[in-house]
Every structure is written in C-alpha cells, then in structure tokens.
C-alpha cells in the first residue's frame, strides 16, 4: 500500500489561516461589546438610549463544531474557589523576594506542631441535622444560611490569620456526603507535613459528632527517611492516644534515604523519578487497621483474613501507565465504579436518616477516603484495586465529584474531592503542600523564599549565581529567592522570547513542581526531633543510602556526627554561605 506524503502547507496559506483567525476574534470581540474597537483607539461616546445587546456568537473550536455547552450534570459548579491577591501585594512579594535570605535553623525552620497549623477557635462547616421528611429546596437552603453564616465568622477575623480554605459550599457538600455514607473514614495525610493535612476539627467531627472509627494514613513515606516516619507516628500516638496509624506508599522506591535533612541524601531526589509502578504490598496493613476498628455487626460482611491474605505477602505491581489488563481479569468480577446517584437511588426504598445524617447501608462496608487536596487518596486507591480506576492529577481539585469502587461484592471505596480546610499557616506553605493549583499561582517567588529559608535549594540543583565568574565568589554570595530562580532559569536554559532574559517566572514554576513531586524535599518534623535521639534509632534492617560522586567529600565530612546534626544547614554554617 503506497504511503501518501503530507500535503505542503505554505507560508502564503499559514498567513492567510492567521488572518482568518484574528478576523473571527474581531466579529466575536463586536458581538460581546460593540463599542470595542481592535486598533484601540478610543470608543465613542454612548448615546443616551444604549441600545440592548445582541446575542452571543456560538464559539466552536473548529469549523462545523458545535459550541461547547456547560455540563448538565453541574460539574462546573465544583470548582474551588480561594481568595486572589491584589496588584499591589504581588508587587510589594516580589520586591520582597530579591532581598537576600534569611536562613533559618532546621529546628526552627523544619518543626511544626499541631498548634502551629490551626487555631482551637477555626472550625469547619458541619451539616446541619435534617429529616427525611425534609424537602431538598428547604434543606439546601438551611444548608446555604448556615455556609454564609460560617464564612462571615471567619471573615471578622483578622484576615492575615486564617490562609486559604475552600469557600465553595457544594464542595463541602461532597464531604458531608461521603462522611454520611461510610462505615469507616480514612484520613489520608502526607508524611511530609503531616500536621497540616490533620485538622483537628475534622477528626472532632468524624469521631464525635458522627461517630465514626477514623483511621490516619501516613502516605508518601518513601520521600522521607525512616526515622522522621517513626517521629511522626510517635508525635500522633502521644497527641491522640485513639487515633489508630497507618502506613502507605504507593510506589516502590530502590533507593531510601538515610537522613532527609542531609544535601548529600537530597540530591539524589533530584533525578527524574523512574517509571512510577503502583505497589499493593502495604494494602493488607490498611486493611488490618480498618478491621481493628470496623463494628462487630459489620466485621462479619468482609472476609478480612481473605482480603489481607491477598495482599500480604504480594509482589504484583502494575505500572501506572497501562490500564492494568493483567489485573482486570482478576477484578473485573469484583469491582464496579459508581457516583454518588447509584448509592443514592439503589438503597433508597430501605435508606433511615438519623440526627447526623443518613444511616450506611447494611449491605456493605464503606471505607471513605478524605483529605487535602494532592496527599494521593485515588492513587491508593488504584494500589487497591491494582489498576487505574480512578483518574489521578497533580493538579489540586482533580477529583470534582466523589465516587464509589467495589473491591469485593461487601467492601467499596468512596473516593472524596480534596478540599483546603481553615488552617493558620502562611500562603506560601500551603502553595508547596499541593493545596492550590501551582498554574494558578500568581507570584510564585513567596513560596520559594519560603523553601530556601529551610532547604538550601541552590546546593541541592547545584547552581551558581548569576553573571559569576570567580568560583571564590560564590561561597560568599547572598543568595535570594530571585537569584535562585534566575540562576535556575540559566541552568535550564528559561528564557523569554522577546527580551531573551531568563524567564524566573517559569523557574518558579518548575521549582514549585519539584517540590510536590519530591525531587527537592521539604519534610517537617515533630517538635523535639533534633534534640531526641529516640526517633534516630536505626530500624531492625537498616538501608544503606547511594550517594553521588559529587557528594561523596559531603558525607565523609558528616559520617563521625549524629544524624540530628548532619543537617544542610550545618554544612551552610561552615562554609558560610
């Protein structure tokens, strides 16, 4: 069969596609305001009878395309909504980011406490009690008086005090819904700060209002070493001694760290992470911990012993690239997606509302998955079921609508959209932490100033400063955010297409991005951890950690130390940089 070669686009015809482009933006810029005008030059003045506005062109992103309509499922109405900052505090962060840092010492840099994080007086919105004689316009009315009551309350605070959070009610809605429905609530947090993603208001109304067992899943541990695992788990046993702890990393990792506070271990995360295989080896601990706490009337639906067996054990793994056709034969059986309208309607004729809500149905166990935006909730799902079932993003707010997948004929999963709860931490960490899209980020030099004051980031991407010559000079040059992104920019070869000046803005980006990818860490520990040397003690089979050639004078300098002293900022203050 012959093959046919493409036919010749020229520059005359790439001219006139230009012009026909700019011609349909002109005829759709005069039906949406007629007094624009494309030269900008100044419109004329409005008569005093304005006449009424014709009707919108019909977009369509190609000849013979019908326009685009919104979704009638009301997907758009899920969208997050934060507050945008002016022009004028874009400006006055970005003048701040060219002023030299001001290093901080890991202890008070790298520690966060609970009280830290959120403040006893900032609560979350909690679903007002409703019958089922209830109407829905009546109750999504309550619903709406009671959200703006909740938002004004947090507006008379001081405004600087409580940092973005989700004001969007139908978000929360989806929360309610889920925390409705479960048997048992898994709290998914990130190991890296684990203290923002564990709201204490969230567990005070799963474990009192509702009711509920709650478990806390330590995810993501295979970005931090393990001695800040077992801080963290000991930090949480001593705070809330119920709380019951889990592990979880959804990707094998060769390579484990020795001490995440040390350059030498941090530069070997800089490197592209390999293709990403989802590992379901730690799937039977979860459910081992939410057997523990399942009820006795419904511990006797699931066949735990069963469920954990399969996973125990297990070395299968799937990559995350492929729909997982190894594994499909064996869930296909087993495991059904749903919304929210199937668990609504298919048990609606036996469904009994109490004070809180509705009551979980009989048939099953429901494990809901909640948390923060960006912690992994579907990507553990998906370790569950081996396979994608549930579309994963690094973009915060991915998850529009919550969902339901049958792992066995009694055992589902509910899936919950993140939402960014009421916290008192500062803008810029919950920019690193994932909770607000990175594409969307207005001035993103903030949140690096925030990182280089704790990570020394120029040593971890082994950058030099801008237009420097002398190798001397470097040791003693002042750093600033903007110079660590410009310097960036240079390095990857950023630059604008005008000015031909490197573009820090998108340095800034890829920056922020390293971070929640784990290529640059930034790992928080419990109070106390660089002092207490219970949390350094080496684990039962010890990993030994492979260090560059480029780092290996590094190490030497730190093997005869404690690991609570090889931190990056003690070898900073030796060679004072």
């Not at 001219?15 to 030269?39: C, G, H, N, S, V």
């Not at 989806?174 to 204490?200: A, T």
Request: hydrophobic share 35%.
């Amino acid at each position: 069969m012959p093959l046919h070669r493409k036919k010749p686009f020229s520059a005359k015809q790439k001219k006139a596609q230009i012009l026909a482009k700019r011609a349909t933006k002109r005829e759709q810029a005069a039906y949406d305001d007629p007094e624009w005008d494309f030269r900008h030059r100044p419109a004329a003045e409005p008569s005093a009878e304005p006449s009424p506005k014709p009707a919108l062109l019909p977009r369509s992103d190609k000849p013979g395309r019908p326009a685009a309509q919104p979704s009638a499922d009301g997907r758009d109405k899920l969208i997050s909504q934060f507050d945008k900052l002016t022009r004028a505090e874009i400006e006055a962060n970005k003048e701040r980011s060219m002023r030299p840092l001001e290093r901080l010492s890991p202890e008070a840099g790298l520690t966060m406490s609970f009280d830290d994080a959120y403040s006893a007086d900032v609560d979350i919105p909690v679903r007002p009690s409703w019958e089922y004689g209830e109407s829905k316009e009546a109750l999504e009315a309550r619903e709406s008086a009671y959200f703006d009551a909740w938002l004004a309350q947090l507006r008379e605070r001081d405004p600087d005090s409580v940092s973005l959070y989700e004001k969007n009610l139908e978000v929360w809605r989806q929360l309610w819904r889920v925390v409705e429905i479960s048997d048992i609530l898994l709290l998914i947090v990130d190991i890296r700060h684990p203290v923002l993603h564990f709201p204490p208001s969230l567990y005070r109304y799963v474990t009192e209002t509702t009711g509920k067992p709650l478990v806390v899943v330590l995810n993501k541990t295979d970005l931090v070493a393990e001695n800040t695992v077992r801080a963290w788990t000991h930090c949480f046993k001593s705070r809330f001694p119920e709380v019951v702890l889990t592990r979880f990393c959804c990707y094998r990792d060769p390579q484990r760290l020795v001490n995440d506070t040390n350059v030498a271990d941090m530069k070997m995360r800089r490197q592209r992470p390999r293709r990403r295989i989802h590992d379901s080896r730690l799937v039977g601990d979860l459910f081992a911990a939410c057997r523990s706490v399942c009820t006795p009337d419904k511990l006797g639906l699931v066949s735990w012993d069963e469920l954990i067996a399969r996973y125990t054990g297990a070395d299968d793994a799937s990559d995350d690239d492929n729909d997982g056709s190894d594994a499909e034969a064996e869930n296909d059986e087993a495991s059904d997606v749903g919304s929210d309208e199937d668990a609504t309607d298919e048990h609606a004729h036996d469904a009994a509302r109490s004070q809180h809500g509705e009551r979980v149905s009989s048939k099953y166990v429901t494990l809901g998955f909640i948390g923060h935006p960006n912690v992994g909730k579907s990507t553990i799902i998906n370790s569950i079921v081996k396979r994608t079932v549930v579309s994963t993003s690094r973009t915060p707010g991915h998850t529009k609508h919550f969902q339901t997948i049958h792992v066995t004929p009694t055992l589902r999963l509910c899936d919950c959209p993140g939402l960014v709860f009421p916290c008192v931490v500062s803008r810029p960490l919950q920019v690193l932490a994932g909770l607000y899209n990175t594409a969307q980020v207005q001035e993103p030099y903030t949140a690096v100033q925030f990182l280089a004051e704790r990570v020394p980031v120029e040593r971890v991407l082994n950058l030099r400063p801008p237009d420097s010559e002398d190798i001397l000079e470097d040791v003693h040059y002042k750093w600033s955010a903007w110079a660590i992104c410009e310097a960036f920019a240079i390095d990857r070869g950023f630059y604008t297409s005008r000015g031909a000046r490197p573009d820090v803005y998108r340095a800034a980006l890829y920056i922020l991005r390293w971070v929640l990818d784990g290529r640059i860490l930034l790992s928080f520990k419990p109070p106390g951890f660089f002092h207490d040397f219970a949390y350094l003690k080496e684990p039962e089979q010890p990993q030994v950690s492979t260090q560059s050639t480029d780092s290996e004078s590094e190490a030497s300098d730190n093997s005869s130390r404690p690991i609570a002293q090889q931190s990056a900022f003690a070898l900073l203050s030796e060679e004072n940089c």
